[in-house]
């Protein structure tokens, strides 16, 4: 697997200012590059592509399908296309600006932010993480370790869509994390969406928490554990990650629509607080949301981290009462996602990128020998 410290420049693909661009307004990931490509694929007379509308990939349908689903939305005059058009250039301007306004708010949080809980910022110790998940990641790691004595120590929750559940935390970390997330919230110091979906909560590099928490937890931890689950996805040589925090509350974000991860394989933990409802449900392996029926509904647990693919469609009900927040960390493997952009569907187009990136390299990995690619 990939050498720990290694420093690689990291890219994104240029499909990020393009594709899977999110509009709450009407819960749809739309394709943008300019007005006369939004009037062709969603007209009412262009040939509306299909995966252009769900980011997925599809053929091209000879009715103005696209048309139809925004139209089923509410987009239904020029007034309300004009204003589609106006906040996919918005966003897409965002997007561009997106790494320098994140290194620079990083520097601004190193320099400026105090910090309610230092130990926080400790490197991980084996005391905050949970005594099944310590044994689940050693179990893997040993040698003649296998897939059916990892499965002995995990929950499956769905043999079929390979998703499983381990507590990850212990309780006093998670109430130590959720202390520290609640000072930085109530702080001014800047903070950045966590992703285009979710508007409350805390990306973990701006905070400092990559390099003492998320980064070793990857390495040490959570790779030779998914390399046993997900030997298919690249868990044997996961280098990346992005690492954030979502917040739902009354007011604030409540639920979360129908989406797939730009990661090979997830980590979805719940940190806290009391909550009720909110439950996650899980369709098929990067398929329609329209095509969505009969999903599989999975309730959090305090502590509890839920695995499973990136591509595994999935949303979160609306909260009832309290508040939740959960960490969510995007794990990626570059010698997998330089091969096809998981959003694009495509071979990647690459633009170099302030961190991790979206997790492509120029290059390969240090070894990918261990990786098994399908």
Same mark, same amino acid.
């Given at each position: 697997m990939a050498t720990a410290g290694v420093r690689r420049r990291f890219c994104r693909c240029a499909c990020f200012c393009t594709e899977n661009l999110y509009v709450a307004r009407y819960g749809l990931h739309l394709h943008f590059l300019d007005e006369q490509q939004l009037r062709q694929d969603y007209g009412p007379?262009?040939?509306?592509?299909?995966?252009?509308?769900?980011?997925?990939?599809?053929?091209?349908?000879?009715?103005s399908v696209c048309s139809q689903i925004l139209r089923s939305r509410g987009c239904v005059s020029s007034e309300d296309f004009q204003q589609l058009v106006e906040e996919l250039e918005q966003e897409v301007a965002r997007r561009r600006r997106l790494g320098q306004e994140s290194a620079a708010r990083k520097a601004l949080i190193a320099s400026s932010y105090r910090p309610a809980r230092?130990?926080?910022?400790?490197?991980?110790?084996?005391? $905050?993480?949970?005594?099944?998940?310590?044994?689940?990641?050693?179990?893997?790691?040993? &040698?003649?370790?296998?897939? $059916?004595g990892l499965l002995q120590r995990l929950e499956t929750i769905s043999e079929e869509k390979r998703i499983y559940r381990v507590p990850v935390f212990t309780a006093p970390f998670c109430q130590a994390l959720l202390e520290e997330l609640e000072h930085f919230e109530q702080s001014d110091m800047p903070k950045g969406?966590?992703?285009?979906?979710?508007?409350?909560?805390?990306? &973990?590099?701006?905070?400092?928490?990559?390099?003492?928490?998320?980064?070793?937890?990857?390495e040490h931890f959570l790779r030779p554990l998914m390399a046993l689950l997900y030997p298919d996805c690249g868990g044997p040589c996961l280098d990346s990650h992005r690492a954030f925090v979502v917040k739902y509350a009354p007011g604030q974000d409540q639920a979360l629509g129908c989406h797939y991860d730009n990661s090979e394989l997830t980590l979805n933990v719940a940190l806290g607080k009391t909550f009720t409802g909110g439950a996650l449900y899980f369709g098929g392996l990067f398929q329609a949301p329209a095509a969505l029926a009969r999903p599989l509904e999975v309730k959090h647990?305090?502590?509890?981290?839920? &695995?499973?693919?990136?591509?595994?469609?999935?949303?979160?009900?609306?909260?009832?009462?309290?508040?939740?927040?959960? &960490?969510?960390?995007?794990?990626? $493997?570059? $010698?997998?996602?330089?091969?096809l952009c998981p959003m694009c569907c495509r071979e990647p187009d690459l633009v170099d990128d302030e961190g991790f990136g979206d997790g492509f390299t120029r290059e390969e990995p240090p070894t990918v020998d261990v990786c098994v690619l399908t």
């Open positions: 007379e262009g040939n509306g592509r299909l995966g252009a509308i769900t980011g997925l990939p599809t053929a091209t349908v000879t009715l230092p130990d926080v910022y400790s490197a991980l110790q084996e005391a $905050a993480l949970a005594p099944e998940f310590l044994a689940a990641a050693k179990y893997s790691a040993s &040698l003649g370790a296998d897939l $059916a969406r966590p992703n285009t979906m979710n508007n409350y909560g805390v990306l &973990l590099h701006e905070l400092g928490l990559d390099e003492p928490l998320v980064t070793p937890l990857r647990v305090v502590g509890q981290g839920v &695995l499973h693919r990136g591509g595994q469609l999935h949303g979160a009900r609306a909260l009832g009462t309290g508040e939740r927040w959960n &960490l969510v960390i995007w794990l990626r $493997a570059s $010698a997998v996602r330089n091969r």
